[in-house]
């Protein structure tokens, strides 16, 4: 059975080039960049040419650029530093983040003793943004604001510019996890004063385990990793080569196919609405991922009108693989956070949430067997509650 795969939120798959592009480097180049012979020397230009088409990219220096394993380890070290070596007292950060994010910013202050103070959404899960002003206005602490870019579950857009420049404008320092957007949409961090931000590589056809965070030269972050002084001292270990290469290969391939990827997905994913809107009678979707301008184009969040928390199995069962979140929660047996924040409690009684998250391989025949699939397990659960009334 041919497997039709729609969780490219939680992770895509390589890219030919990308895969070529690894391989060359494990048989070719594989002399430790820290070396000082023409091996090692050939593999560090290969990771400062990637590093230099990362900061082109997002219109930064390229020492700004710290290769790393994945977000979550860039989001860790950013969170973490800002507590322990640059005096942060205070966190603003939301119950909308992911969970590196969410669990490091509990542990700092499990450890640390710092004031953490969320900012709710509403059902469809904006912030007030105002409130966060008036926070930020309200406290002379030292303070750190962590909010994502792109929401993983429901791809709510936040307006990094306008956060950033509030933050700036009252001295706090701005981090968001921009894993999810990183290579999917234009990013100027020339024009965006924000502090930090985080990327995986595996989110846009890249390898896993190689990432990167941005950290602005002025903010004097310092590294949790010791040992050496690879990454400007951010990051200790031996680099990554082929990965950081395969990064580079994935954003290049990305940046290049920009324009002609996302009017692809974006065609796929108003498809997707459309043909689930007219064959499920009584789907909604979750925040605001049916909408084109405040959304990331990538990611759909669809509310089924019945309760099956067996949906991602019996859909795996017809070959379609899908989350009903973020992978990272899909082991539950409770909803996601974000789920709980969005929902009422009938919702969340009451229905079903699926994440259907695309790519530029994602197919029109591929969304309809996905349709095809859901029609029959609500039709399923209709013939089930007909019989439990006749009884």
Known sequence: MDKIYLDNAATTPLAEEVIDAMVNVMKVNYG???STHSLGQEAKILIENVRREVADYLHVSP???IFTSCGTESNNMIIKSCINHLGVERIITSPMEHKCVA??????KKRKGIEV???R???KGDFNINELEELLKASEKKTLVSLIHANNEIGNLLDIKKVAKICKENGALFHSDTVQSMAH???DFSEIPLDFASCSAHKFHG???SGFAFVRKSSGLKGIITGGPQERALRAGTENVCGIVGLGKALELSLKNMTEYATH???IKNYTVERLSAEIEGVKFNGRSAEDDKSLYTVLSVLLPFKDPMIGLKLDMKGIAISQGSACSSGASKPSMVMMMILDEEEMQDSTPLRVSFSHLTTREEIDSLVTALKEIAASFKIENTNVSHR
Do not use: C, F, Q, R
């Open 121 to 123: 959404p509403d059902h």
């Open 32 to 34: 430790n960049p820290s």
């Open 207 to 209: 390898p896993k385990g």
């Open 117 to 119: 103070v969320y900012l």
């Open 103 to 108: 669990e490091t910013v509990l542990d700092m």
């Open 63 to 65: 020492s700004e650029i």
């Open 265 to 267: 997905i974006k065609a």
């Open 185 to 187: 949409m234009e990013l």
